[in-house]
């Protein structure tokens, strides 16, 4: 009878054990679903910086060159004053669409490199 009672014990004793083990591992994977949820939207939400960066100021960085340019042409014997100012905007501009490149290159690279871990 004894006996009886100490496996009866044992295997209750074995359950619960399991039973905690499987609750603590449920826990654990939803805690995971939810951090891969948000690194999801994380990635998106760089994703459309990235595509409205490189659509929308990238763009109007072109526009802005390019109506310097033909300034430029225009103006071909204006003063020097103009001509250097022009040039200068020029420049300033060319070096933000670089770095417009390099912080969107910046941003896909992290994503790419996030998949990989």
């Given at each position: ?9 044992g295997?209750?004793?074995f359950?619960l ?25 994380l990635?998106?939400q760089r ?28 103006t ?14 020029n420049?300033?501009t ?15 690279k ?6 990989i871990?």
């Amino acid at each position: 009878m004894l006996v009886s009672i100490i496996l009866l014990l044992g295997i209750v004793s074995f359950g619960l054990f399991k039973r905690q083990q499987h609750k603590r591992k449920e826990f654990q994977n939803r805690l995971a679903l939810k951090e891969a949820q948000t690194h999801n939207r994380l990635q998106d939400q760089r994703l459309r910086i990235s595509r409205d960066l490189h659509d929308n100021i990238g763009s109007q960085l072109t526009f802005i060159i390019s109506s310097i340019d033909n300034l430029k042409f225009i103006t071909k014997n204006s003063d020097k004053v103009v001509k250097n100012k022009l040039s200068e905007i020029n420049q300033f501009t060319n070096n933000t669409i670089s770095q417009l490149r390099d912080t969107i290159w910046a941003m896909n690279k992290m994503k790419y490199l996030l998949k990989i871990f």
